[in-house]
């Protein structure tokens, strides 16, 4: 298959990868793209088998090789007033608009749209595609696609991840520790609130000790130029009770932390069960033994730290000639892979600032500064 960055583009954007959705229909056409070059892939299922990550290498299997890292899931259009079909794209004023033309299909149609030109060239050290699911709903398929890397794969020497930066080097982002915290309590009816013990009452004070704590973490300032520029704490969902005459048994609520790198978000955790335990539970319990509260941890994935010295942030920035330190508050991949002990930076076509949103887009400007990155770095790989 010979297609071009535009073309390899509207093909992805045309499969309806949303996270809930198999992504296997995108998956198996990048199979078999790069099998019509001669390229194996290694296909890495999830446990129902439903979706996979894809792992392929350009190139000479040796170490010292660069990851393109990838997520091939979307987020959701429902209820979004789009003005054209979201998997259909459409050029409108020099701008591609699809789903995930932005977050973020463009950079690696873009990579795959110029492996032609990586085998062409020789390269001396392999280019690895690295692409992932579930990444909108936790990062959950990353973590196989790395154990995959370090089992198989010769050390590669840096991980440039895609995500859209408007092709800045993108060297921190911020974790994420999503919580769910649920609360049991006893009925009564409400004109008896001494009989009953209310769980969304109770949730409520929980709530206002988790918004105490965002405001103390707000004072913990990073040197680091995230906006905000310090540990968020967020309450996002809340549902419970029955009726409004029906002290409430069940209430549940769902809430993050974003740590900046450094900040350990288990210890906001950790406060919240303490002071649980001190202040809350002795009087639910002395009304009803059975009630509670239990928080458990739906999805962690880890800050990406800077590495002034490391490799990732050494090559971009000679590929871009973008000297400047730039942070996302955003969670991505690229903390697993550091994690894991890779160099890793951030660097990709278009603006997180379309991601998510009804219309999203990129430039055309930058799917042409993107292909003349992927361009320089397959001459650095060959030279």
């Known amino acids: ?172 982002h911020k974790g994420i520790v999503t919580m769910e915290t649920t609360v049991t309590g006893r009925e009564a009816h409400s004109s008896q609130t001494h009989r009953g013990v209310s769980a969304v009452m109770t949730a409520a004070r929980l709530i206002a000790k988790i918004d105490e704590m965002a405001r103390t973490a707000a004072r913990e300032i990073s040197d680091i130029p995230f906006d905000p520029p310090y540990t968020t704490v967020h309450v996002g969902k809340i549902e419970g009770g029955t009726a409004p005459n029906i002290i409430s048994r069940h209430c549940r609520f769902l809430w993050d932390i974003r740590p900046i790198p450094g900040d350990d978000p288990s210890r906001y955790r950790a406060d919240l069960d303490r002071w649980v335990e001190e202040e809350i539970l002795p009087g639910m319990r002395a009304i009803a033994p059975d009630t509670g509260v239990s928080t458990r941890a739906l999805c962690s994935v880890p800050a990406l730290a800077p590495e002034p010295q490391g490799e990732a942030e050494r090559l971009v920035r000679s590929l871009t000639g973008d000297n400047a330190v730039h942070a996302a508050a955003y969670a991505a991949e690229a903390g697993q892979f550091q994690e894991a002990g890779f160099s890793t930076v951030i660097c990709g076509p278009g603006s997180i600032d379309q991601a998510h949103q009804a219309n999203e887009f990129i430039d055309l400007a930058q799917v042409e500064e993107c292909e003349r990155f992927i361009g320089r770095l397959i001459d650095h790989l060959a030279d």
């Open 1 to 172: 298959m010979q297609m071009t960055s535009r073309e390899l583009i509207e093909k992805l954007v045309g499969f309806p990868t949303v996270s809930c959705d198999s992504n296997l229909d995108l998956i198996h056409f990048v199979r078999d793209y790069l099998a019509s070059h001669g390229i194996e892939s290694q296909l890495i299922p999830n446990e129902e088998g439903t979706k996979a990550n894809l792992l392929a290498t350009i190139g000479p299997q040796t170490s010292g090789g660069i990851v393109l890292s990838g997520h091939t899931d979307v987020v959701p259009v429902n209820d979004q007033p789009w003005e054209s079909d979201p998997f259909t794209v459409v050029e409108r004023s020099g701008r591609l608009f699809g789903r995930g033309t932005a977050d973020m299909k463009s950079f690696y149609a873009i990579a795959l749209a110029m492996v032609p030109r990586m085998l062409e060239r020789s390269i001396r050290r392999p280019i690895h595609f690295a692409l992932s699911y579930d990444e909108e709903v936790g990062c959950l398929g990353a973590p196989a696609i790395i154990r995959k890397i370090l089992a198989d794969i010769p050390t590669p020497s840096a991980v440039i991840v895609g995500e859209p930066t408007m092709m800045r080097v993108t060297s921190a």
